[in-house]
C-alpha cells in the first residue's frame, strides 16, 4: 500500500497538471523525494519531508489538495501510536487549507472547514487505533489460549503415561504379593515340613532319593519365586528400597552432569507403599532434570526424611533462581504435583533470584 497507492495518485496528478496547463515543475519536489528516497518510503522521516512538500505545493495551488492522500496513505501506515495521530492532524490541515482557498476571505468559514477535515480524520485514527488494539488484544488472548490448549494436550498426554505407569506397577506389584503370600509362603511351609519330618524321622534309604529331591525342588521353586519378586519391582527400585535408589540416581545424576550432589537421609526409614516410593523417586528424577536445565548450580542437596505421620523429600540447588511471580509453572513441574496431590501429599517450589531454588514434596507414608 505504501507503494502502489502513492506513486499512482503522484503519476495521476501529473497527468491532470498537463492536462489543466500548470506547470509540471511544481511536482518536482514531490517527484524527486518519493523517488530518490524510495528505499526510505517506510520511515517517518520520509512523511515528515513529504508533508512538507505537500504542504508548499497546496500554498502554492490549491489544485495540490488532490496530492493529501499521499501524506494519509503514509501517516496511517508508517506511523506509530500517537505519532500517528500528530501526521493524521497535520495532514488534515494541510487538506483543510486547499479545500478552505475556495472560499476566499470568508475566513469563519474557511476555519470550519479546516477543523471539520481536523475532526473527521482525527476520529477516524482513533476508531481505526482502537479497532487495531481490540484486534492485537484478540490475538494475544488468542495465542494465550493455543499455548494454554498446547500445554494441557503435553500435561494430559503425560498424566496418561503416568497412569499407565501406575497401572503397570500397581499390577506388577499386586502380582509381587500374590506370589510372596501365597507360594513363596507355601513352598516356605513345604520346606519347614520336611526339614521337620527328617530331624523327627530318619527317612529310610529308600526314600532318601526322591526325598532329597522334593527338597530340593521346593528350595529351588522358593528361589525362583523371590527372584520373580525382586524382579517386579519397577525401574531404579528393583534391586533397593527408597534411599538407596535416591542416593543412586543423584550419583549417576552428579557424574553426568559435573554437579556434587549431597544426599541425606533422617529419621526411621520404613516400609512405604510402591506408589509412595515411585512417586517421590519420579520427583526426584524431575527436580534434578530442572537443576540441570534451568538452575547454573554448583552444588545440589537432596534429602529424604522419614517423618511420624509422612515421607518428605527435598531437592535444593544453589543457582540462579528466579522469581515465581513471573514464570509460569512448566509441564516438569505440573506433572510432580499432580503426582504428589494423586497420594494427598503437597509439592512446594520456594525460589528467588540468585538465591537457589528448593522443591519440597511431602506424601502421608500410608498412602496406597
Known amino acids: 500500500m505504501v507503494?502502489?497507492?502513492?506513486?499512482?495518485?503522484?503519476?495521476?496528478?501529473?497527468?491532470?497538471?498537463?492536462?489543466?496547463?500548470?506547470?509540471?515543475?511544481?511536482?518536482?519536489?514531490?517527484?524527486?523525494?518519493?523517488?530518490?528516497?524510495?528505499r526510505w518510503r517506510a520511515t517517518p522521516t520520509f512523511f515528515a519531508g513529504l508533508l512538507v512538500i505537500t504542504a508548499v505545493m497546496v500554498l502554492q495551488n490549491p489544485l495540490y489538495g488532490l496530492f493529501t492522500p499521499v501524506p494519509y496513505v503514509y501517516a496511517f501506515t508508517v506511523l506509530t501510536w500517537p505519532w500517528r495521530l500528530a501526521g493524521v492532524t497535520l495532514t488534515a490541515v494541510v487538506a483543510g487549507v486547499a479545500q478552505a482557498s475556495a472560499a476566499p476571505g470568508m475566513v469563519v468559514l474557511q476555519g470550519v472547514i479546516i477543523t471539520v477535515n481536523v475532526v473527521m480524520m482525527v476520529t477516524t485514527a482513533w476508531v481505526l487505533h482502537t479497532a487495531d488494539v481490540e484486534r492485537e488484544r484478540r490475538l494475544a488472548a488468542l495465542e494465550r489460549l493455543e499455548a494454554a490448549l498446547e500445554e494441557n494436550a503435553g500435561l494430559h498426554a503425560q498424566l496418561l503415561v503416568q497412569a499407565r505407569e501406575a497401572g503397570v506397577l500397581d499390577e506388577r506389584q499386586r502380582m509381587a504379593r500374590e506370589i510372596h503370600d501365597t507360594l513363596a509362603q507355601g513352598l516356605i511351609g513345604i520346606i519347614t515340613q520336611l526339614q521337620a519330618a527328617e530331624q523327627r524321622h530318619e527317612v529310610p534309604?529308600?526314600?532318601r532319593r526322591p526325598f532329597d529331591a522334593v527338597l530340593g525342588l521346593a528350595r529351588?521353586?522358593?528361589a525362583e519365586a523371590r527372584r520373580s519378586v525382586d524382579a517386579l519391582r519397577p525401574g531404579d527400585l528393583e534391586t533397593?528400597?527408597?534411599?538407596e535408589a535416591l542416593e543412586a540416581v543423584s550419583g549417576k545424576w552428579s557424574a553426568r552432569h559435573g554437579v556434587p550432589v549431597r544426599f541425606t537421609t533422617t529419621g526411621t526409614a520404613r516400609?512405604?507403599?510402591?506408589?509412595?516410593?515411585?512417586?517421590?523417586?519420579?520427583?526426584?528424577q524431575e527436580a534434578l532434570a530442572n537443576v540441570a536445565k534451568h538452575a547454573g548450580a554448583t552444588r545440589v542437596g537432596v534429602t529424604l526424611s522419614y517423618l511420624q505421620e509422612e515421607v518428605a523429600l527435598d531437592v535444593r540447588d544453589d543457582g540462579r533462581g528466579f522469581d515465581l511471580s513471573r514464570r509460569r509453572e512448566g509441564f516438569g513441574l505440573a506433572i510432580m504435583r499432580q503426582r504428589v496431590e494423586g497420594l494427598s501429599g503437597s509439592l512446594r517450589v520456594e525460589s528467588e533470584p540468585g538465591g537457589g531454588t528448593g522443591v519440597s514434596a511431602c506424601v502421608p507414608w500410608r498412602s496406597a
Not at 499512482?8 to 518519493?34: C, D, I, S
Open 271 to 284: 516400609p512405604l507403599a510402591p506408589a509412595v516410593e515411585l512417586a517421590l523417586l519420579r520427583t526426584a
Open 3 to 38: 507503494t502502489v497507492v502513492p506513486y499512482t495518485l503522484l503519476a495521476g496528478l501529473a497527468v491532470l497538471v498537463v492536462a489543466a496547463g500548470f506547470p509540471v515543475t511544481e511536482l518536482l519536489p514531490a517527484a524527486a523525494w518519493m523517488i530518490v528516497l524510495f
Open 240 to 243: 533397593a528400597r527408597l534411599g
Open 205 to 207: 534309604a529308600a526314600w
Open 220 to 222: 529351588e521353586s522358593l
